[in-house]
């Protein structure tokens, strides 16, 4: 199960399909680690355009906020799975590992209008005081199709 770097007009192509697929998925799986201990989680996620970042928010009195405080580093799984047995050969899934920072005074209101766009529904979550609204720079995407087919995008 090797894996292969996309470069050149291949990423550039990849990437735009990663682009479509995240916005036909509104859920991921967000990984954070508590110690020595995993901890996953289900989230609403936006991509930005040059997808650098994936947007979430979650109130500030969660595990996942405490493990993140803890340790920004985590992964985020993007599927389409359906939960049928044809799912391992015809699933995608990308897995995003990376880095959760602040969102930036400056950026808040673009980011807003990315995450909203997509969960028009999560208004007043997001504009809660008790709502952490995060961005994560993403390292690479790594994009599994047909059981073991293995493809990373850096970004």
Known sequence: MNS??????????CLRK??????????????????AAPYASLV??????KLKYLL??????????????????????????????EDIQEATTVTAPGRVEQ????????????????????????NSPETAFLKIRIEKYIIVTHFQHVVEISV
């Open 103 to 126: 969102i930036e005074d400056f950026e808040r209101s673009i980011m807003e209008k990315i995450y909203l766009m997509k969960h028009p529904h999560l208004a007043d979550f997001l």
């Open 18 to 35: 990663l682009k479509i697929f995240f916005e036909s998925q509104p859920l991921a799986v967000l990984a954070t680690q508590d110690g």
């Open 44 to 49: 609403a996620f936006a991509s930005n355009e």
């Open 56 to 85: 979430f928010a979650t109130p500030k009195a969660t595990r996942k906020y405490s493990n993140i405080l803890a340790n920004p580093i985590v992964a985020l799984l993007i599927d389409n799975r359906k939960n049928t047995k």
């Open 4 to 13: 292969k770097e996309k470069i050149g007009l291949e990423k550039e192509e």
